[in-house]
Every structure is written in structure tokens, then in C-alpha cells.
């Protein structure tokens, strides 16, 4: 691999650039509402609760991971920090934090192009750069942006240990799996996918030694350990066998209903309601215990789930799989998602198509509707280059392997998420995104001045 140091750190500051640039323009002009979504006044309130405890020096054992149990800890001790160092500007300064990992993304981007065909890397590290879903995820006090840049580590470790597997590769993949796992917990799962994947490519390449074995088991006990310290966590405090809270709450409130919605077009606020009404005349109120409270939700869940047929599941998740990655990020953009209108999923519709259609074509606020719109057609050009990209690589028999592992870990984040659609959840797969992009812009290039020489000729 070879790349020289003035690219990587034009790559890192123009990013970050752009990004601070634009977290800024919104804190000034919205103040802290243009950096915060749904779920971010959560985490800064939890921040600054963590931060007052912290300083009182009443902090001990497990409480070091965190107050809240379905947040995972080194996304709170990030923000925290934040809330330490800034306790009046804790949205702006997380923001701007998670700029810098976001502009360290986009290197990685850089780096892994490099790896696997050097051409790639600039246009590559170009669309990374200039990538709405990356610019806009960045201004947003949510966890994503950090996870994404731990998910694009452990994808360049990968990269380059398939091309040497070496210890400080394994390492990598390690530790960058670790730390996805340390701030979503949906990294978890996938660090047995990628040791099953990097053992099984050596092995059918002939290439797998007993040391090429150890390596990989250090990667796996360095990413496992991170997740071993949470369920230890939750077996010693809540007597839970689980990593996270969060399982029984998503199934019952968010899978079953949209899996209902997609079978018979039941609205997902109709289905929510009931199954939140039929949980408070079962179980009463929300019991201290988080984990008790997912399996109330898991139990509510279950019965309603097995009244739905597997085909509105798949037609669910394949609903949502399309909105993850058709759907444009500047809908997410404070300015824009605060615009009034009725949101995708209180939209009324016969079914599912109906409803897309209706939420699309017949939208009570028509500037909402024309940004969506443009910002629709955006994404589709983005898509064609990307695919002839895809193609382009394909034709390449050295490029396959790395193909091939990010088609799973895409797959794998887009089945993760399952039926709940939003641009926010495509982030940990854009670098990949973006590396195809990056050959796509390449192979027309090369296609155009082609066709130049020949019509010149």
C-alpha cells in the first residue's frame, strides 16, 4: 500500500472542514434544536447526569459503564466528556467531536481504496468528503457517526489482513470491532461473522496457518472481551443473560406493527398504541428493572408476531431495506425535518405502496415534498455510479474477496436494522458506499477517455 502523508491530511482537513462548517451555520442560525433529533436530547441529558455524578465522586464498579443500560458506554463516556469539559454547549462540542472522527472516517476511506486498487482512492476519498448522509449524521448528536468510524477501522484491519495477515492487522479488527460493539451493540453478532469470514477465505486459499489461527482468535477475545464486560454487567446488576434492554421494546413497538402494516396496511401508530395499551393492562407500569420491562415487550410482541405470516415480515424488511438506502439525508437536516408535515410512518395509506405514494406525491407541506423529491432523484444517480463501479471492480479477480466481505457487512447492517427505514441507519455501510463509488467515478473516467481517443482517432 502506497499513499503519502500530504493527501491524508488534505483528506482529514477538508473534511473536517466542511463538517465543522456546516455544524456551525446550524448551531448559529437553530442553536442547540439544529443539532439534536429525536433521541439526542436523551443522550445529553443522560451525559449531563453522568458528568454531576462523576464530579460528586460517587461513581464506582459497574456505574462506570453508564447510567442507562440500553446505552452503551463508550458512546456515553464520549459525550460525557463533552459534558465535563462544556456543560452549556454539550450538543455543539459532541458534534464537533464527532466531526473529527467523521473527517478520520473518510481517510480510512482513503486507505482502504489504496489497499485494494489505488485508483480508487482519490475519487473515493472525494465522495466521502462531499457525502450528504456523512456531512448531516455528523451535525446530529447521535451515535452513528462514531460507530461508523470504528466500523470503517475494523474494515480497513480486514482489508489489509487479507492481503497480510499480520498481528497488528488482527489487532485491528479487534479493537475496531470492540469499540462498534462498545457504542452499538449491533456491532456484537458481526465479530463472529468477519472471524468466520477472514478463517474461511485463508482456509479455501490455502493460506491459513496455526499462527494465521491465533491471530484471529486474539482479534476475536479482544472485540468479545468489550462485549463480555456488558453482560457480566447485566447478569451482576439486573440478573439479565442480555448485552442490551433494547431487544424486547424494538420487536414489540417497531418489527411487529410494520410487519402488520406491510400484511394488511394497519397504520404503525394504530398497532403501537394497541400493544402498548395491551402491556399496561398486563404488566401494569414500567417495572424498574429495564430488562424485565424488554421481556414484558418481548412477551407482547411474540403474541402478536405469531399471528403475522414470514411474507409480511420479508415484506417489511424489504420496505425498510429500500428506504435505508433510497431514502436522501437531507430529510434528517434539522431544517428540513422540522418542517410541519405528517411524518412516513403516521401516513395514511391501503397499503404499503399506498402509503409511499401518499407520503411522497401527496404530502400535507409541498416544500418537504420537492426536497424529498430532488433529494430522491440525488440519491438515485449516486446509486448508478455506484453499481457501474460494483461492476467494475467485480470484472477484477484481486478486488472479489474484499467485494464479497463488503456485500456482507452491508447486508448484514441493512438485515440488523430490519423493517424501521431511515438514512441514519445506511451510515455504517457509506464507506463502503463510498469505495464503490469511488470506482464507479474511476470506470467512467477511464470509460470517457476512451471514447475521446477513439473519436479523436
Known amino acids: 500500500m502506497r499513499f503519502l502523508p500530504s493527501i491524508v491530511l488534505k483528506i482529514f482537513f477538508g473534511a473536517l472542514a466542511i463538517r465543522w462548517a456546516y455544524a456551525l451555520s446550524l448551531y448559529f442560525t437553530m442553536g442547540d434544536d439544529g443539532l439534536q433529533g ?42 460525557t466528556l463533552d459534558a465535563l469539559a462544556f456543560p452549556e454547549f454539550v450538543p455543539l462540542t459532541y458534534v464537533l467531536t464527532q466531526c473529527v472522527l467523521d473527517a478520520g472516517t473518510c481517510v480510512l476511506v482513503y486507505l482502504i481504496a489504496t489497499t485494494i486498487n489505488e485508483r480508487y482512492s482519490l475519487p473515493a476519498a472525494a465522495a ?168 414484558q415487550y418481548m412477551e407482547i410482541g411474540k403474541e402478536a408476531g405469531a399471528r403475522e405470516p414470514l411474507s409480511a415480515f420479508a415484506k417489511s424488511w424489504l420496505l425498510g431495506a429500500s428506504l435505508n438506502l433510497g431514502s436522501p439525508a437531507i430529510i434528517l437536516s434539522p431544517p428540513v425535518s422540522q418542517l410541519p408535515r405528517t411524518g412516513f410512518y403516521a401516513t395514511q395509506g391501503n397499503n404499503i405502496f399506498d402509503k409511499v405514494w401518499n407520503f411522497l406525491l401527496r404530502s400535507d407541506n409541498p416544500a418537504y415534498a420537492w426536497i424529498l423529491l430532488l433529494g430522491i432523484a440525488g440519491v438515485a444517480v449516486v446509486r448508478c455510479v455506484q453499481l457501474v463501479g460494483v461492476v467494475a471492480a467485480v470484472q477484477n479477480r484481486s478486488e472479489r474477496v474484499a467485494i464479497a466481505l463488503f456485500a456482507l457487512w452491508s447486508c448484514y447492517m441493512l438485515a440488523a436494522n430490519g423493517p424501521v427505514g431511515s438514512p441514519k441507519y445506511r451510515l455504517p455501510i457509506e464507506p463502503v458506499l463510498m469505495l464503490a463509488a469511488g470506482a464507479g467515478i474511476y470506470s467512467l473516467r477511464e470509460r470517457r477517455k476512451t471514447q475521446r481517443g477513439n473519436s479523436a482517432g
Not at 457504542?183 to 496455526?210: D, E, K, N, S, Y
Not at 411487529?256 to 402491556?279: F, Q
Open 38 to 79: 429525536v433521541d439526542s436530547q436523551t443522550y445529553v441529558a443522560y451525559a449531563a447526569q453522568f458528568a454531576t455524578t462523576i464530579k460528586s465522586g460517587s461513581v464506582a464498579g459497574w456505574q462506570w459503564l453508564g447510567p442507562e443500560p440500553g446505552i452503551m458506554p463508550l458512546f456515553m463516556w464520549i459525550i
Open 128 to 295: 466521502a468528503i462531499l457525502n450528504p448522509t456523512q456531512i448531516v449524521m455528523c451535525g446530529l448528536a447521535y451515535n452513528d457517526t462514531p460507530f461508523t468510524f470504528c466500523a470503517a477501522l475494523f474494515l480497513f484491519g480486514a482489508v489489509r489482513y487479507l492481503r497480510e495477515p499480520q498481528w497488528r492487522h488482527a489487532v485491528l479488527i479487534g479493537g475496531g470491532l470492540g469499540a462498534a460493539s462498545l457504542i452499538r451493540i449491533v456491532g456484537a453478532p458481526w465479530i463472529v461473522v468477519m472471524v468466520l469470514f477472514l478463517g474461511g477465505v485463508l482456509a479455501i486459499q490455502r493460506r491459513l496457518t496455526f499462527q494465521h489461527f491465533n491471530q484471529l482468535v486474539a482479534a476475536s477475545v479482544i472485540a468479545g472481551t468489550c462485549v463480555g464486560v456488558l453482560l457480566i454487567r447485566n447478569v451482576d446488576v439486573y440478573g439479565a443473560w442480555a448485552i442490551t434492554p433494547q431487544g424486547g421494546k424494538h420487536f414489540a413497538i417497531w418489527v411487529v406493527p410494520l410487519a402488520n402494516e406491510a400484511r394488511d396496511g394497519t397504520p404503525w401508530t394504530t398497532s403501537r398504541d394497541k400493544l402498548e395499551a395491551r402491556k399496561l393492562e398486563r404488566f401494569g407500569p414500567m417495572p424498574a428493572n429495564p430488562f424485565e420491562d424488554s421481556r
